[in-house]
């Protein structure tokens, strides 16, 4: 693969008139060694090649890029010649659009076959399904003989809907081929030039931006620098006001200065701070988001009620929350979509924590009164996945040092580590680094790096991707074992295992080989834990034992104690538990009143439990927790946890009963046994 920051080599060749680049220029611009310069070079000639291009040429110090070089570098990029583009309908659809959308030229029908290459039939099917499609987001593809086609339609939408093609689109080969066709309409270097700007404005402003996000934001900036003048965005006069409050506001407006000469262009300076908010980490030294810095430790609260764990550090964990909270509210609120191409994995993955996650962020919903997308919950999820692992075993035998290099941003570096301490619990991970902090640490600080992306090293490297499949977690593991010999980490060769049981049996209809894989991988890797993956369901742990209805006219402390005397008698927890669960809710106040008239009594593990275990009581009455009027109870379940991930199935399950209306209003309503154990059989399903 070509380095991209040879764009920047093209980008100043079309400055010049000779088509001439020097060595010690070469070397800049690709920020590298002579030795790493030339092998660059080798790869551009490899799809020069390919493409019946003049080769770069070499004499001394000095190498020549053709004219022709550079008119065709984005079918050098990718290695393909333009005849062997093919676009897909849907490809074909969403260009149309964003190509309209530009209007840098006054469409028409012939002017999409020609840039699609594809016949007028076609191109007027394809239309006929966008205007469809349209008419759905609000937005009309008009046309007019003196004027070609056009989109009409509120502005805001116009552009989110340019964002979702995008989107859509930048994934693959030939969606960035036709995006960097659309902007080369307007100049040949445009998109080079842009990448290049954008680049330097990043980081000579030392943005902290997750870097999977650039390549799309320049996409849309630079189809937006197209748009802009003809059809600026509306914004409300207190819409404006907080966002000139932002301190990325005047970087927006510095930034724009460059390709605008407009006088009044606050609205324009304004949707590009957006754009940057959206992709941007939360900044804590901007007292301006403030208020979502308390939000961050409401939502981190609000877990810990609802997943029944005590966050370490909460301080620390509430910034790195707020790095991620600032770029999702904008992106929430704006409309500007994320795709999460990892959301049906940690769903299936961690399905339990996701569901528990999504109840946390209710206190976002209700502040920005709206839903929050799957999308950004998948990513809240790893955030809390992530320090929930950290903690789980806080006491290892850490013979081996290993650190993690991610590049990526806050979640992936959260899903690895995540990830790796899982896999590696007897491994002490010194940190999360970036590639260029590595060569300042010392070797005798750690013993092997767990990396996204390749880097030299003296010590031992994996490279490895941030969410890893059963495959890739048993090969890991097996790497690492055979390298350092880990104590406490003995895992056979379940590949060898697998073989030797299909020698022996016939696996029954519906059971694949590979299905057979991962279900010994996922047991070996539980022993490996030493605990058990998946904690039980709510409607085993909740049954005829430890189910009750109570109509005593009690006080909140001794319903608590009638609430937790099943897990008394089955020998979950000895009686100082209860005591400890009360002195909780004197120390802190009426932080287990989970909302709705639901209370969820606990203490720590070590305030005596013995396993882990759960209770129910619904009182016929409501009793007022702390005598306060404005948290009545109805019903109190007692948890006694072991750890920090055992429960959280049981939760899970709970908490789905406990957000759906209909169900919270039968559980309430409930007045015998028979009929709360009925809802809690049902719920889970």
Same mark, same amino acid.
């Given at each position: ?17 000779e ?20 092998e660059e ?10 493409? $019946? ?11 020549f ?26 490809d074909?659809?969403a ?23 594809v %016949? ?28 070609? *086609? ?13 964002? &979702?093609y ?30 290049? +700007? ?5 980081? +000579?402003?030392?943005?902290?931006v997750v ?19 003809q ?35 606050? %609205? ?14 939360g900044?804590?030294?901007?007292t ?6 308390? !939000? ?19 301080q620390?964990?509430?910034i790195?929350?707020f790095?991620h ?25 961690h399905?339990?924590? *996701? ?13 920005m009164?709206?839903?929050? /997308? ?17 903690? !789980?075993q ?23 580590s ?6 590696f /619990?007897?491994?002490?991970? @010194? ?7 590595? %060569? ?29 499949t059963? @495959?890739? @977690?048993?090969?890991?593991l097996h790497?690492?074992?055979?390298? *350092?010999?880990? /104590? $406490? ?9 697998v ?5 022996h ?5 519906g ?12 047991k070996v ?13 709510? +409607?085993?742990?909740?049954? &005829?034992?430890?189910?009750q209805? %109570? ?16 897990l008394? +008698?089955? $020998? ?15 120390? *802190?106040?009426?932080?287990i009143?989970?909302?709705? $008239?639901?209370?969820?009594? =606990?203490?720590? /593990? ?40 055992? =429960?959280?199935?049981a ?11 209909? &169900? ?6 409930? @007045? ?11 719920g889970?399903?």
């Amino acid at each position: 693969m070509i380095n991209k920051r040879f764009n920047r080599i093209i980008v100043e060749l079309a400055k010049k008139e000779e088509n001439i680049i020097t060595k010690e220029q070469l070397m800049f611009f690709l920020s590298c060694s002579e030795s790493k310069a030339l092998e660059e070079i080798g790869k551009v000639n490899v799809n020069l090649t390919i493409l $019946g291009l003049p080769l770069i040429e070499q004499t001394g110090d000095q190498f020549f890029i053709s004219a022709l070089v550079q008119h065709r570098w984005n079918e050098v990029i990718i290695g393909r010649k333009f005849a062997t583009i093919v676009y897909s309908e849907s490809d074909r659809q969403a260009l149309l659009y964003l190509i309209t959308f530009t209007e840098l030229e006054n469409l028409s029908v012939f002017h999409y076959q020609s840039f699609l290459r594809v %016949s007028r039939n076609t191109v007027l099917a394809d239309i006929k399904k966008m205007r469809k499609k349209l008419e759905r987001m609000n937005i009309q593809l008009t046309y007019s003989r003196r004027t070609g *086609f056009h989109l009409v339609g509120n502005e805001k939408n116009v552009r989110t809907v340019a964002r &979702k093609y995008i989107l859509k689109i930048a994934i693959t080969e030939t969606g960035k081929w036709g995006l960097s066709q659309i902007l080369k309409i307007k100049t040949n270097t445009f998109y080079w030039e842009l990448t290049a +700007n954008f680049e330097k404005f990043i980081q +000579n402003n030392e943005l902290s931006v997750v870097p999977s996000r650039i390549e799309e934001t320049i996409w849309f900036i630079g189809l937006l620098l197209c748009r802009r003048l003809q059809h600026p965005v509306i914004f409300s006069k207190q819409e404006l006001q907080e966002l000139e409050q932002l301190n990325i506001y005047k970087l927006s407006e510095l930034f724009l200065k460059e390709y605008t000469e407009d006088e009044d262009n606050s %609205s324009e300076i304004a949707y590009f701070t957006i754009i940057l908010m959206t992709i941007v980490q939360g900044d804590i030294s901007d007292t301006s988001l403030n208020h979502w810095m308390q !939000t961050a430790d409401k939502i981190i609260r609000n877990m810990e009620r609802l997943a029944v764990v005590n966050f370490s550090n909460r301080q620390k964990f509430a910034i790195d929350l707020f790095s991620h909270l600032v770029p999702a509210i904008y992106r929430i609120k704006y409309k500007m979509p994320l795709s999460n191409v990892m959301i049906d994995q940690i769903k299936e993955s961690h399905e339990e924590l *996701f569901e528990l996650t999504k109840s946390a962020l209710y206190q976002l919903e209700e502040e920005m009164k709206t839903v929050i /997308p799957e999308d950004e919950v998948g990513y809240f999820t790893i955030l809390f996945g992530g320090q929930i692992a950290h903690q !789980t075993q806080t006491e290892k035998i850490s013979n081996y040092r290993g650190i993690i290099v991610c590049p990526n941003g806050i979640s992936s570096s959260l899903i690895m580590s995540a990830e790796l301490k899982k896999l590696f /619990p007897t491994i002490e991970f @010194k940190g999360i680094y970036l590639v260029s902090e590595v %060569s300042q640490l010392s070797d005798a600080e750690y013993d092997m790096i767990f990396t996204s992306v390749p880097i030299a090293s003296p010590k031992k490297v994996y490279q490895i991707r941030p969410l890893l499949t059963t @495959k890739e @977690k048993n090969q890991l593991l097996h790497e690492v074992q055979h390298d *350092f010999l880990i /104590p $406490g980490l003995v895992v056979p060769s379940i590949n060898e295992i697998v073989e030797i049981i299909l020698d022996h049996v016939d696996l029954r209809k519906g059971i694949t080989k590979e299905k057979l894989l991962r279900t010994v991988t996922n047991k070996v890797m539980k022993e490996v834990r030493g605990m058990k993956e998946d904690g039980p369901m709510l +409607n085993e742990i909740l049954d &005829k034992d430890t189910v009750q209805v %109570s109509d005593e006219k009690l006080d909140w402390e001794e319903a608590i104690a009638l609430s937790a005397k099943p897990l008394v +008698n089955n $020998g979950s927890i000895e009686k100082k538990y209860i005591e400890a669960m009360i002195n909780k809710v004197k120390e *802190f106040g009426a932080f287990i009143h989970i909302g709705e $008239g639901v209370a969820l009594p =606990h203490a720590r /593990p070590e305030d005596g439990v013995n396993k882990l275990g759960m209770s129910l009581l619904k009182m016929k009455e409501p009793v007022f927790l702390l005598d306060d009027e404005k948290h009545p109870i109805r019903i109190f379940i007692c948890l006694a946890a072991v750890d920090n991930e055992m =429960h959280l199935r049981a939760l899970s399950d709970l908490t789905k009963i406990l957000s759906h209306k209909e &169900k919270l209003q039968c559980l309430l309503e409930a @007045k015998t046994q028979t009929e709360l154990l009925k809802i809690i059989n049902e719920g889970v399903i």
